[in-house]
């Protein structure tokens, strides 16, 4: 990953974050910030396209699982679900809530399974950003999936208005943003300062996805930009929590969100992409 210097030991870092955040996560998130509430809303709509009304019991792996959310729904659904997070206070939640059957704490860079177990993976929740080896996971995922299974994720986007902002305000190398910006290449060390401590985040293009994909054994089905297209204009800082004016415009550039991400070139200008991706059949 190109910009700032990457820590040995990120998995911990990201681990401790989530750690933290368990018991508050779900309230901060899903109640308290309309932004997500949205990003939420989107990634739902795609879940239900690809889940509702299947009746076989696939096996599906919930790839950074957190506190659940997904597989919940997973399971009512009758999937049998293996939740993966590398936060054991997350998957602790996950349990006592009973959304977990099967918790498993793991890395995405190792996964703990057999070759082909899975009907499909989900990774809601930018899982592949926060994975400075986000190849070695793409690997393992297109391992553990038999062929013709689905990969269904999402991605925040380099190229996009509000990593602008971030690049002017500092929390993007400007250098990388914009070699990020000609070259269409991410790889941006994006860091989070965490009680001091150096979170590594790493953004996409859509031409990095497509490579990715297409390099282990996936094919392309469909990629959404339905999660802030419009609404990006509204810097993500002042959007994130402002309940005031800020919140009712972004209310109203909503509406026009989920249409604008579905074409060009409105879609390549989201904050999140929707994929879903299909492992080829061997």
């Known amino acids: 990953m190109e910009g700032d210097d990457q820590s040995s030991n990120y998995e911990t870092y990201v681990s401790n974050v989530y750690d933290e955040m368990a018991s508050n996560y779900e309230r901060i998130y899903l109640k308290l910030s309309q932004y997500y509430r949205h990003v939420y809303s989107e990634l739902y709509a795609v879940f239900r396209d690809y889940f509702n009304g299947v009746k076989i019991r696939s096996k599906i792996l919930d790839l950074g699982s957190g506190t659940g959310i997904w597989t919940r729904l997973l399971r009512e659904r009758g999937y049998h679900v ?84 971030e690049s002017l305000l500092g929390g993007v190398p400007i250098r990388g943003f914009l070699k990020g910006l000609i070259s269409g290449n991410g790889h941006v060390g994006y860091w989070y300062n965490h009680d001091h401590e150096n979170i590594p985040f790493r953004f996409f293009t859509i031409k990095e996805i497509r490579n990715i994909l297409s390099n282990y054994g996936f094919r392309l089905i469909s990629l959404r930009g339905g999660i802030h297209v419009l609404s990006n204009v509204i810097p993500s800082r002042l959007h994130q929590w402002n309940n005031g004016i800020t919140s009712s415009l972004a209310s109203l550039l909503y509406l026009f969100d989920d249409t604008l991400g579905r074409h ?17 059949n061997a």
């Open 82 to 165: 293996v939740s993966l997070d590398i936060s054991h206070a997350s998957l602790n939640k996950c349990v006592r809530s009973r959304r977990c059957s099967d918790p498993v704490q793991g890395d995405a860079v190792k996964l703990p399974f057999r070759d082909g177990y899975f009907d499909a993976v989900v990774a809601y929740g930018s899982v592949f950003n926060h994975i400075v080896k986000t190849e070695d996971a793409f690997r393992e995922v297109s391992r553990v999936l038999s062929g013709g299974g689905y990969l269904i994720f999402d991605v925040d986007n380099l190229v996009c208005p509000d990593m602008a902002y």
């Open 264 to 280: 060009a070139p409105f879609k390549y200008m989201a904050t999140t992409f929707l994929v879903v991706s299909r492992k080829n």
